[in-house]
């Protein structure tokens, strides 16, 4: 038996990360073993590159590869575990992430990209990815209102993150099959609605 690895993608702001725990827990209701994990983090390791990726300035390929190298140990000691063991995994943010924002937000080349992605998890890609998309001016609006210290990303300009929305967009456009793209524009309550039509048929 093998579990099944859902990831959640979106624009900063996007409201993803209020949805994860929903989600586990509306499949844990169904008696199935889910793991709640995040990139870059999810590991001692992967947390402690995390502190460095989110503050410390660094050169964009030095950036992809600490993404890939956080996620290569995320991999090793948790996801392909949980998921050779049949629990399932529900990821905030994935590869999915860097082909949005070192690809289309800072412009890393693709090829590079595919390159590592091929390396790291060639044989594994999310089952299923849900993609929290939204106007940048309302996700914008929210970060605004957030009252903490915002990382290096989000203190990225609003080209940085419309280019970053359109690469995700253009992923979603290239594999249909994997990512639904959820309106996360509405309401909350909206949107927790259409993500309950989506859990029912997983
Ligand atoms: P979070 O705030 O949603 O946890 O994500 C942390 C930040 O890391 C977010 O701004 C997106 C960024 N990120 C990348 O740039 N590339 C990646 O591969 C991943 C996983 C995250």
New binding site residues.
């Given amino acids: 038996m093998k579990g099944k690895f859902i990831t959640l993608e979106?624009?900063?702001g996007a409201g993803?990360?209020s949805h994860v725990e929903w989600l586990a827990g509306h499949l844990r209701d169904r008696g199935l073993t889910v793991h709640v994990t995040?990139?870059?983090?999810g590991t001692d390791l992967g947390e402690r590159l995390?502190e460095l990726?989110?503050n410390q300035a660094m050169d964009l390929e030095t950036?992809?590869l600490l993404?890939?190298a956080?996620?290569r140990e995320h991999l090793a000691v948790l996801i392909e575990p949980a998921l050779a063991r049949g629990d399932w995994v529900v990821c905030?943010?994935?590869?999915?992430?860097?082909?949005?924002?070192?690809g289309g937000?800072?412009g890393l080349e693709r090829n590079k990209f595919l390159q590592l992605e091929q390396w790291v998890h060639g044989h594994l890609q999310p089952d299923l990815t849900l993609l929290f998309d939204l106007p940048l001016d309302v996700a914008r609006e929210r970060i605004a209102k957030a009252e903490r210290v915002l990382?290096?990303?989000?203190q990225?300009r609003v080209d940085f993150h419309e280019r970053?929305r359109q690469a995700y967009l253009e992923r979603a456009h290239a594999a249909p099959g994997r990512i639904r793209v959820i309106d996360a524009g509405k309401p909350f309550d909206n949107v927790r609605v259409e993500l309950e039509k989506i859990a029912i048929l997983l």
């Fill in positions: 979106g624009i900063d993803k990360s995040r990139e870059p983090g995390r990726l989110l950036e992809t993404m890939f956080a996620r905030d943010r994935f590869s999915d992430a860097t082909y949005a924002y070192q937000g800072r990382d290096r990303f989000e990225e970053v």
